[in-house]
């Protein structure tokens, strides 16, 4: 079991910076593949960023050279390092883990582990 907690979202103007944290204790083996995907009111929920327990990453199109993936694996930390933000990037971030499938392919619906998301907001 595997339990995810998110912090570091707020609100920012166009441009700004924030770096999202999400915290995994419980089993580290269940935390082999991370990512965050975000979700704004109506839409399905949507991949972002996911890194695999060998460290390859993958981005959505849009957040490409903008947003920054990254695990401490020590710590069972996974960060997502979010720079000039535009009002686009707005939603709920949610952290996400399984235990044996990359993110990047798996059904969003079939992700074994999540966060309660943290609010990123921006405004121009």
């Known amino acids: 079991q595997v339990h995810l907690e998110e912090s570091g979202g707020g609100s920012v103007q166009v441009g700004g910076s924030l770096r999202l944290s999400c915290t995994a204790t419980?089993?580290?083996?269940?935390?082999?593949?991370m990512g965050w995907f975000r979700q704004i009111p109506g839409k399905e929920r949507e991949k972002v960023a996911t890194i695999d327990r060998d460290g390859r990453t993958d981005y959505v199109d849009s957040v490409q050279g903008r947003f920054t993936i990254s695990k401490d694996k020590v710590k069972n930390i996974l960060y997502l390092q979010m720079n000039n933000l535009v009002p686009e990037d707005t939603g709920m971030y949610y952290c996400?883990?399984?235990?044996?499938?990359?993110?990047?392919?798996?059904?969003?619906?079939?992700?074994?582990?999540w966060g309660q998301g943290t609010q990123v907001t921006v405004s121009s």
């Open positions: 419980g089993n580290a083996f269940s935390t082999n593949y």
């Open positions: 996400a883990a399984d235990a044996l499938v990359s993110l990047w392919v798996i059904r969003t619906s079939a992700i074994e582990y």
